[in-house]
């Protein structure tokens, strides 16, 4: 039974950094792909990145271009998204999550079926 497990939220400034953590309990390769969503409130859950387990390639939505970097440890089953020049816009809940079954890229939202618990990532003065 998978389990993912998100760390490393908390608050910053505007233009700080924050790096977050989602730990799985399989190894990664096992899956297709290993993305971030984050969820602002009144607002729908949206992508940020995400990596393919099977090439290592990445993925980023328009809103962290430039500012966000998905990477990877397999020896500890983790995946991280470090995270600069943020602003109150990317304060949301993040989550990570894996998509097992593949197919396109990237992959479809609805194809995430295994999700963690979410981690608050605040950006505020």
């Known amino acids: 039974q998978l389990q993912i497990v998100e760390s490393g939220g908390g608050l910053v400034q505007p233009g700080g950094s924050l790096r977050l953590s989602c730990a799985a309990s399989e190894f990664t390769l096992d899956y297709y792909a290993i993305g971030w969503f984050r969820q602002a409130p009144g607002k729908e859950r949206e992508g940020v990145s995400c990596m393919s387990s099977s090439d290592g390639r990445t993925y980023y939505a328009d809103s962290g271009k430039g500012r966000f970097t998905i990477s990877s440890d397999n020896a500890k089953n983790t995946v991280y998204l470090q995270m600069n020049s943020r602003n109150p816009d990317d304060t949301a809940f993040y989550y990570c999550?894996?998509?097992?079954?593949?197919?396109?890229?990237?992959?479809?939202?609805?194809?995430?079926?295994?999700w963690g618990q979410g981690t608050q990532g605040t950006v505020s003065s």
């Open positions: 999550a894996a998509d097992r079954w593949g197919s396109a890229w990237p992959p479809p939202r609805s194809h995430f079926g295994s």
